[in-house]
């Protein structure tokens, strides 16, 4: 089945870094990716919508200039988390729709914990 | 109220045992996902369905679109099976993937 990869699993960053993920659809391309995050014992929420060629577009209450998304490439989109600070500590996940496929199934990364200290 | 609701939140059985896990949703849509996720976070999409009913080895997930309502069986249920499973509802536009989340029910299978 597609696979999706993300880098790194795991991050501990001082507060004031900024902190870049990455997501790749290894064996599919992805026009568009999803970036979610998960804090303990909560569902997933949607940040935001990567498209490939054009601007990401952010879900209410998610700040686009602290949560920089770029899909430079139809198998690659990175989160850059500008300035962290300990409330963004969390379990950022992403997916990708494989379209080629016809079924819209949704390929999900493993996941990146982010620890801000 | 959130848009998709599951239940129990949490369920602890004997291996073995019959699991189902129930998912309601109070929107239209497209699409129904069933999701797994292990302790280190990693989810494996198990299902996505319309209609009807899928099977997939152990597993097998039924959808009443009138009802809102779908569940996520398990027969001969295993300690590995334990994991939180998550429901997620895409939207009614055929070009709408954006998922909606259920807050996940956690199963523990003891051995």
């Known amino acids: 089945g597609a696979v999706v990869s993300q880098h790194p699993s795991r991050v501990i960053c001082k507060s004031g870094t900024s902190v870049k993920i990455e997501c790749r659809s290894l064996?599919?391309?992805?026009?568009?990716m999803f970036w979610y995050r998960q804090f303990p014992k909560q569902s997933l929420m949607l940040m935001a919508t990567s498209n490939e060629g054009s601007k990401a577009t952010y879900e209410q209450g998610v700040e686009k200039d602290k949560f920089l998304i770029n899909h430079a490439s139809l198998t690659l989109s990175t989160l850059t988390v500008t300035s962290a600070h300990p409330e963004d500590s969390s379990f950022y996940i992403c997916?990708?729709?494989?379209?080629?496929?016809?079924?819209?199934?949704?390929?999900f990364g493993p996941g990146t914990r982010l620890t801000v200290l | 109220k959130n848009e998709v609701e599951q239940s129990p939140q949490n369920l602890t059985a004997q291996e073995g045992e019959f699991i189902t896990i129930n998912c309601s949703y109070s929107?239209?849509?497209?699409?129904l996902h069933w999701l797994q996720q292990h302790p280190g976070g990693g989810i494996v999409s198990l299902f996505m369905l319309s209609s009807g009913k899928k099977k997939h080895g152990r597993l097998i997930a039924t959808i009443n679109i009138q009802e809102k309502h779908s569940s996520l069986h398990i027969t001969a249920s295993h300690p590995r099976d334990s994991a939180v499973y998550i429901c997620?509802?895409?939207?009614?536009?055929?070009?709408?993937?954006?998922?909606?989340f259920g807050t996940g029910t956690r199963l523990t299978i003891i051995p």
């Open positions: 997916s990708a729709p494989n379209r080629a496929s016809g079924v819209r199934e949704q390929f």
């Open positions: 064996d599919f391309q992805a026009t568009t």
């Open positions: 997620a509802v895409a939207g009614l536009n055929f070009g709408n993937e954006k998922l909606t």
């Open positions: 929107v239209g849509i497209s699409a």
